[in-house]
Nanobody, 125 residues
């Protein structure tokens, strides 16, 4: 059974850094396009970042561009989200997604077949 498991969340102060990890099991992640999404309180799930299966292309939401970096290590089936200069508005549950449907948008949650359970990131002042 294919699974995605996130780790690395928690509590941080504004300006701090955190790194999230997403491990894919049950199938090699190398054939997946993968992405990160987040959902804050009373908000819809929103796109954060995405990376193509080969790692050659990355995409970011304007709100995180220049602060967050997405990358992957195919050898251990893991995708990462390095978050720097955290802001209060980055507080959310972060979700890992994988297996984007061919031809669909990298930025739309409905494009992805597989999801992790989510992990909380809380940024305080």
């Amino acid at each position: 059974q294919e699974r995605l498991v996130e780790s690395g969340g928690g509590l941080a102060q504004a300006g701090d850094s955190l790194r999230l990890s997403c491990v894919a099991s049950g199938r090699s992640s190398r054939s997946y396009d993968m992405g990160w999404f987040r959902q804050g309180p009373a908000r819809d799930r929103e796109f954060v970042a995405a990376i193509t299966w080969g790692g050659g292309n990355t995409f970011y939401a304007d709100s995180v561009k220049g602060r967050f970096t997405v990358y992957r290590e195919s050898a251990n089936n893991t995708m990462y989200l390095q978050m720097s200069s955290l802001k209060l508005e980055d507080t959310a549950v972060y979700y890992c997604a994988a297996d984007r449907r061919s031809g669909s948008s990298y930025r739309a949650p409905v494009s992805y077949e597989l999801w992790g359970q989510g992990i909380q990131v809380t940024v305080s002042s």
